[in-house]
């Protein structure tokens, strides 16, 4: 029944104080910033925590919220935040969690390579500053607009595209090896 209610309306229901609204938008929205996060943060307990937090600040903000800017938007713009606020309190050898590429081939030497292949694109990503991860983590992973993404980033559009550009200009060098 919720499910066919429109956000809005769960906004403003929500901002009112009613919980189950703000428990459906969470529902609505956990997947998509747990991914944010995780991709930013490359571990999952870390990712989960970020995603708590986001939407815990996003709680006690909404009051604060203009809807002047869909709701998504607005919570990818908490999370990115706290995104990058972890990664700026993390000291830069930080290891990440294993990531598993889900291959379904057979041949153990091509899901090795494919393993390997991600493992470094995922290494090379968290190397990235936080701005720039940022940027290609909402536009290349999220697939959010490049205007979507100076509106979560708060920045202008060129500096998101520049952001995304040295992104991967980095990640392109750092795999020159697997190509």
Not at 102 to 125: C, H, K, N, Q, Y
Request: proline fraction near 3%; include cysteine; aromatic fraction near 6%.
């Amino acid at each position: 029944m919720t499910s066919a209610v429109p956000e809005a309306l769960l906004v403003r229901a929500a901002k009112r104080g009613d919980l189950d609204a703000f428990g459906e938008l969470v529902r609505r929205h956990e997947q998509p910033i747990f991914r944010l996060a995780l991709r930013m943060l490359g571990t999952r307990i870390d990712a989960e925590d970020a995603a708590q937090d986001a939407f815990l600040q996003a709680w006690r903000a909404l009051p604060r919220f203009r809807e002047s800017s869909a709701f998504g938007t607005w919570l990818y713009r908490i999370a990115t935040n706290r995104c990058l606020n972890l990664i700026a309190a993390r000291r830069p050898t930080d290891e990440l969690e294993e990531s598993r590429t889900g291959t379904r081939r057979d041949d153990p030497a091509v899901r090795l390579e494919e393993r390997e292949r991600m493992s470094a694109l995922t290494a090379s990503i968290t190397r990235l500053p936080g701005e720039q991860r940022a940027a290609l983590v909402l536009r290349e992973f999220e697939g959010l607009s490049y205007d979507e993404v100076a509106e979560v980033l708060d920045v202008s559009l060129a500096a998101v595209k520049g952001r995304i550009h040295r992104a991967r200009l980095a990640v392109a060098q750092d795999l020159e090896g697997w190509r």
